[in-house]
Nanobody, 122 residues
Framework: VQLVESGGGLVQPGGSLRLSCAAS????????MGWFRQAPGKEREIVAA????????YYADSVKGRFTISRDNDKNTVYLQMNSLKPEDTAVYYC????????????????WGQGTQVTVSS
């Protein structure tokens, strides 16, 4: 299993980023996928999750209305469009498969990717 996150960077408050997670080594289209983030000194937390079909989606309250999760099963990739970014969104972002849209632990795969750093600062 390999999960490769990309698309992070430094952005000003109010800006946008689009994260990608390329997955391989498992049947991506059969798994619910989630985006997590971990800020310095904090535990990793769920940000959003999307059913294998794309038919059900979950967002954490802190990102609802600003972030959009999507997936392309043909490309084995899940995306996170992040708009109206705030300094509190600063974190390393990771993806992983999860048991269900509203059940995130334990993630399906014990090994995480390297993550992608998102820094929101003026």
């Amino acid at each position: 299993v390999q999960l490769v996150e990309s698309g992070g960077g430094l952005v000003q408050p109010g800006g946008s980023l689009r994260l990608s997670c390329a997955a391989s080594g498992f049947t991506f289209s059969s798994y619910t996928m989630g985006w997590f983030r971990q800020a310095p000194g904090k535990e990793r937390e769920i940000v959003a999750a999307i059913k294998w079909s794309g038919g059900r989606i979950y967002y954490a309250d802190s990102v609802k209305g600003r972030f959009t999760i999507s997936r392309d099963n043909d490309k084995n990739t899940v995306y996170l469009q992040m708009n109206s970014l705030k300094p509190e969104d600063t974190a390393v972002y990771y993806c992983n498969a999860v048991p269900d849209v509203d059940d995130w632990y334990p993630p399906a795969f014990g090994s995480w990717g390297q993550g992608t750093q998102v820094t929101v600062s003026s």
